[in-house]
């Protein structure tokens, strides 16, 4: 079965420091990865997406991870946090010909001035 | 704009009755999902429907009811047998079932409190 575990379930930081958001998952099948943020009452909105060919994706708002696929993992980072950043973040994955999306617990990022 | 709609964003319900949350989306998706958030949970399924007048359960699916009538329209029933329902709930569609991969777009969600 799949699942998803996100390390961390809330990360603080200094404005401008870099940030890394851990995600591990497993799953017996190949597998799509994804990012997902959410704003205070907000839905979720994409930030990347995994399906293939290069293991380094880039997102939006200056996010990018990495698919590892011997440690099962796929870390989103970025080089410089803004506060705008302060939101709470949803790793995902997906079956390869499947339908469901399995979701991570969150990471609550806090971007300090 | 094409986007997920969901109605309304605050709702109050006292203890035994029923209530609908609305969900309608204008993307032509096919497939369409209801979660419910709770604070350190993350996203759970309650219910997904593949296509029109066909609909699944999902992991946590006592208590609620959908139907499917219409392909832009997916509403969610909290019944008064949902032992805890209140919670933030988000809608979601995706185009396809039969797409290889199953991006996700949702809704700005209803949080619902019973009273």
């Known amino acids: 079965a799949q699942s998803v575990t996100q390390l961390d379930s809330q990360v603080p930081v200094f404005e401008e420091a870099p940030v890394e958001l851990r995600c591990n998952y497993s799953?017996?099948?190949?597998?799509?990865l994804f990012w997902y943020v959410q704003y205070p009452n907000q839905g979720l909105q994409l930030l990347l997406k995994?399906?293939?060919?290069?293991?380094l994706v880039k997102g939006i708002n200056g996010f990018e991870a990495e698919f590892n696929k011997s440690q099962t993992s796929f870390h989103l980072r970025k080089p410089s946090v803004h506060i705008s950043d302060t939101a709470e973040y949803f790793c995902?994955?997906?079956?390869?010909?499947?339908?469901?999306?399995?979701f991570g617990a969150g990471t609550r990022l806090f971007v300090k001035a | 704009d094409g986007g997920i709609t969901q109605s309304p964003k605050y709702l109050f319900r006292k203890e035994g009755q029923n209530v609908t949350l609305s969900c309608e989306q204008n993307l032509n998706h096919d497939a369409m999902y209801w979660y419910r958030q709770d604070p350190g949970q993350g996203l759970r399924l309650i219910y997904y429907?593949?296509?029109?007048?066909?609909?699944q359960k999902g992991d946590i699916a006592e208590g609620y009811s959908v139907s499917r009538e219409k392909k832009e329209s997916f509403p969610l029933t909290v019944t008064s047998a949902q032992k805890n329902p209140t919670a933030f709930y988000l809608c979601?569609?995706?185009?396809?079932?039969?797409?290889?991969?199953?991006?996700?777009?949702f809704g700005p969600g209803t949080r619902l409190t019973v009273l």
């Open positions: 979601a569609s995706s185009i396809s079932a039969r797409e290889d991969y199953n991006e996700q777009f």
């Open positions: 995994y399906l293939s060919g290069s293991t």
């Open positions: 799953s017996s099948v190949s597998v799509y």
């Open positions: 429907s593949q296509i029109v007048n066909d609909f």
């Open positions: 995902a994955v997906s079956d390869v010909g499947g339908f469901k999306t399995i």
